[in-house]
Each structure stands twice: as C-alpha cells, then as structure tokens.
C-alpha cells in the first residue's frame, strides 16, 4: 500500500477530529467565558475557573482512557469506544481532544471580556444611555474576540499533535495512528511524510488565524 493511499485516508480522520474539537471548544468555551466574565468574583466565576484549570491540567491521552473507562466498563453501549465511521464513534475523541482547549478558550475569553468592559468607549456609550447587552456583545465581545483568535491557532496544533495518542487509544485509523505505526516498525519515509502533513496542517490554521486578524480589527495591516 503506498504511502498516498494511507495518507488519503488516514488524513481526512484526523481532520475531522481537529477542526472538530477546535469547533467545539469555541461553542463551549466562549459562553462559558461570557458567563464567567459577566459573574466576575462569584461562585460560578470561580467554579468556571477551576473547571477551566482542570481541564487543561489533565492531558488528553488521559481524558481518552477515562472515558473509555467510563463509556467501556462502567456505561457500556451508551457510546462506542474504538472504531471509525459514524458519527456517534467521533464523539468521545473529539470530547478529550477539545477538554485542554475549552479551558483556554474559557479563560481568554473572560479575561478578554472583563479587559474591554474596562475599556472608556464602554463607559462613553453606558453614559450615554446604550443598553447593557448591545454593550457586551457588540462592543466588548466583538473587541474581544481579537485576542481569542491568538489562542486558536496553538490550541489547534496542540490538538493535531493530541491526535497521535487518542487515535491509538480509540483504534481510529488516523494520521496520528499512522504516524505512530510508522515509528514502532521504522517505515522513514511514512514516518517522514505524516510529520510533514502534521506541519502543513499547524501552518494552514496559522494562516487562517493571520487572515481573521484583518477581518476582525481593520487597524491590521497584512502586507
């Protein structure tokens, strides 16, 4: 079997894992953020807060054997915990790849918020009578998501590089269970390859994250 032919299958898998988990993160994470922002100094900041820390203390090859442990032995037949082709199959991989990146999501998301709630366009347009919610998701949130887009790109190569262990422990024929399958039987060249696709892939979410900096503030230049 040729080395295109493994990639053209093993890579689409990994894709799906990665952009899905990084989508995830963003649909969790942001509203917890936005929660915890809003209830700045209460139980529930501080609850979000530790949630976040704790998700992001415990790696994602752990979180995987917790919930195969979970899902395996104590839940069994609530969700499947190896194998690849539905979409119920795709949900505990993308659960603990994306643990570490609603954490961070979570909190750059608060800080950012609080930071630009402080900010004297905020108090201009609360004197001048501008209703509180406009003022958080039109102003401050759209301020805010500037330095959350920082986050994504190393939160999605963190995530590409989680793959290589989570793909092995779910048995999901991936480019992480590739690249981990060419190293134990010494194939250079795959191995080679799967670390060069690996890199293309940080490299083009990297773009992405440069490109949405124009998007959202028009004060950056891209040349």
């Known amino acids: 079997m040729t080395i295109s032919s493994q990639l053209a299958t093993a890579l689409p898998i990994s894709a799906v894992l990665a952009v899905g988990s990084v989508v995830l993160s963003i649909i969790v994470g942001i509203p917890l953020g936005v929660l915890a922002a809003l209830k700045r100094n209460t139980w529930i900041d501080s609850t979000l807060t530790t949630l976040s820390v704790a998700g992001q203390a415990i790696p994602s090859f752990v979180l ?3 919930l195969v442990l979970l899902f395996g032995v104590w839940l069994p037949g609530v969700l499947p915990v190896n194998g690849w082709g539905t979409i119920g199959e795709a949900v505990l991989p993308i659960i603990a790849l994306s643990a570490a990146n609603i954490g961070v999501v979570t909190r750059y998301t608060r ?3 609080i930071e630009g709630l402080r ?3 905020i108090r201009t347009a609360q004197a001048k009578g501008v209703r509180y919610w406009p003022i958080v ?3 401050a949130m759209r301020n805010s998501l500037t330095a959350l887009i920082t986050v994504i790109g190393p939160a999605f190569a963190f995530t590409v590089v989680s793959t290589v262990w989570v793909e092995q422990i ?5 480019v992480g269970n590739l690249l981990s399958t060419a190293f134990s ?3 250079v060249p795959l191995s080679i390859t799967s670390v060069f696709i690996l890199c293309l892939m940080v490299m083009g979410m990297n773009l992405i994250v440069d490109l949405l900096y124009g998007l959202l503030d028009p004060r950056v230049q891209l040349e």
Do not use: C, M, N
């Open 137 to 139: 998701f039109r102003h």
């Open 170 to 174: 779910f048995s999901i024929p991936g």
């Open 64 to 66: 995987a054997v917790l």
């Open 119 to 121: 900010q004297e366009y």
């Open 111 to 113: 800080g950012s918020l």
């Open 185 to 187: 039987s010494k194939d």
